[in-house]
């Protein structure tokens, strides 16, 4: 059943824009048949169910939204990084693959920074962001000490990780 809501989530789902508060655009039906013969119909769930990372309830623990999340990471940063990295909004990962996910951003972000500029860069292949950056890694001969090996984890446990004094 996992499979079919992934396929549903990748297939149908796109982050709907601000419309300076008029709120979500009326969405295209789409019929789906679920494994055990049943037709469901989508609509306004396209959107919706991605609408969450930008404003989730605030009922649900850890609560912020993406771009609360983007700014306050680099609020602690000295201004000058602080403008760099806000120009340097890098996505990866799978749920940024989202239609709509980049402006969205750019523009929630915008919205609470009020002045500065903001670019998203959305690389076409950033749902495989991880893995191409764990490949780089493996090339480079000086990170060879950082490496966890099996041997190390299984006589230090999860605290191996705090080794070189800082987590990747």
Known sequence: ????????KEKFCFVDQKD???????SAQHDFELPDSTVISLTSEQSRCTEVLFEPKSDIEHGASV????VDSV????????????ENIHLAGGNT???GFEDRLKSEVMEIKKKGKVQVIAPVER???TWIGGSILTCISSFNDN???R????EMGPNISYRTGYLF
């Open 127 to 129: 749902v495989y962001s």
């Open 1 to 8: 059943m996992i499979d079919f809501i992934e396929e549903l």
């Open 97 to 99: 693959m989202f239609e």
């Open 20 to 26: 300076s508060g008029s709120g979500s655009t009326v």
């Open 75 to 86: 609020r602690p940063m000295e201004m000058e990084l602080n403008k760099v990295l806000l």
């Open 147 to 149: 490496w966890i090996l």
């Open 67 to 70: 771009q609360q999340m983007v």
């Open 151 to 154: 041997q190390d984890y299984s």
